[in-house]
């Protein structure tokens, strides 16, 4: 299993990014995908998941109505957009999957900052 994120980077607030995770080693389009995130000094707490067709979303109360998760079963990505951005955003951003075991990918930061 391989998880790779991308498109994280330093954005002013209010600003918006889409961070992509990339999925291979299993079959993407049967399982839950989760994003979570870590600031620094905090532990690491879950954003958004979404069910292995798309029909089903969830979301931290923190980031409802700013965040925003999708995923492609033909391209095995699944996305957060993240949009109205805030200060307390800015930790790196995983990607997630519970496949017998759980995995993770290595990360993207995301920065937050005027």
């Known amino acids: 299993v391989q998880l790779v994120e991308s498109g994280g980077g330093l954005v002013q607030p209010g600003g918006s990014l889409r961070l992509s995770c990339e999925a291979s080693?299993?079959?993407?389009?049967?399982?839950?995908m989760n994003w979570y995130r870590q600031a620094p000094g905090k532990e690491r707490e879950f954003v958004a998941r979404?069910?292995?067709?798309?029909?089903?979303?969830s979301y931290a109360d923190s980031v409802k109505g700013r965040f925003t998760i999708s995923r492609d079963n033909a391209k095995n990505q699944v996305y957060l957009q993240i949009d109205s951005l805030k200060p307390e955003d800015t930790a790196v951003y995983y990607c997630?999957?519970?496949?017998?075991?759980?995995?993770w990918g290595q990360g993207t930061q995301v920065t937050v900052s005027s």
């Open positions: 979404i069910s292995n067709l798309g029909g089903t979303r």
């Open positions: 080693g299993f079959t993407f389009s049967r399982y839950y």
């Open positions: 997630n999957v519970r496949y017998g075991l759980e995995y």
